[in-house]
């Protein structure tokens, strides 16, 4: 059998097996407090006010949560088409998980060991952080969608590397772009990895800066977020600062909502 199609066929398989642990429980549990609840809200009023720019909470601007909307997007198209319901807000996040462990398997077919990345797509599936109930595969947050498009980039950078193709390096932009407008800053956190590995392979440097796509992927990156921060700024003022408080420098520097734990609280956990 050609790798081409026991890439395909693992794949099929893969999503035959998915069907129960990250479809069949979407709506029987009410929603979250906090994080899932608040995203499911805003995604609702986003269908009732019509503005995609702009997250709101109550019909207010939300300044709590100051991620890009892209998340929010998805769930206000799932509440559309499924209609106002848990099963709707969460249906992407399942969407995004079984996107990942299709892309894995891809993935692996391009390096003609497809085995791999069906493998380790059935441990996602059965893992605890993964199908556990927040955050991630079942819940209406932004964390789910963050993995696939993190996961998605680091792995067309690596494909870059391997095929020195120049698609594979404007997909990487492109991924990088979705990510940082699903969870802004926190989309961002594995490319100092990723420059670190650009430094210790030695020659890969000017594969990247002599390519045409690095720039029409960087000045699409800079065009698209800078754009959205500053065009919400525009529209939303004190959104920025808020973005700071939130995102940046404040919340590293001050306890935020009531998190009084030690400086070591998440390596002891």
């Known amino acids: 059998m050609s790798n081409r199609k026991q890439t395909l066929i693992l ?26 609840s608040r995203l499911a809200a805003s995604a609702y009023e986003m269908t009732q006010t019509g503005n995609p720019l702009v997250v709101s909470f109550n019909y207010q601007p939300d300044h709590w949560s100051v991620k890009p909307p892209l998340a929010i997007w998805c769930q206000a198209i799932s509440i559309k088409v499924f209609g106002v319901n848990e099963f709707a807000v969460r249906f992407p996040s399942s969407i995004a998980v079984l996107a990942t462990c299709v892309m894995l398997i891809l ?31 079942h819940s209406a947050d932004y964390e789910a969608l963050l993995v696939f498009f993190t996961t998605a980039y680091c792995l067309a950078f690596y494909l870059f590397y ?7 390096l404007l997909f990487f932009f492109i991924l990088l772009t979705l990510a940082a407008m699903t969870k802004g800053v926190q989309a961002l956190f594995p490319l100092p990895f990723i ?8 020659g ?5 800066f002599t390519t045409r796509s690095f720039y029409y992927g960087l000045s699409l990156f800079l065009l698209v977020i800078g754009g ?9 003022s004190g ?11 404040g919340r590293y520097a001050q306890t935020n909502e009531g998190h009084q734990q030690g400086f070591w609280y998440y390596l002891n956990y």
Not at 108 to 137: E, N
Not at 162 to 168: A, E, L, N, Q, T
Not at 204 to 208: A, C, E, G, P, Q
């Open 11 to 36: 794949s099929g398989i893969l999503v035959l097996l998915s069907i129960v642990p990250l479809f069949c429980y979407l709506g029987s549990y009410s929603l979250c407090l906090w994080d899932e």
């Open 107 to 137: 993935f692996f077919g391009k390096l003609q060991r497809p085995f791999v990345g069906f493998y380790a797509s059935l441990i996602m599936i059965v893992s605890k952080g993964i199908i556990y109930f927040w955050h991630t595969c």
């Open 162 to 168: 391997i095929f020195k193709k120049k698609r594979y």
């Open 195 to 202: 420059v670190l590995f650009v430094v210790f392979k030695r």
């Open 204 to 208: 890969f440097l000017s594969n990247i």
């Open 228 to 236: 959205y921060y500053f065009g919400r700024e525009v529209i939303d």
């Open 239 to 249: 959104y920025l600062k808020e973005v700071y408080n939130g995102e940046l420098g």
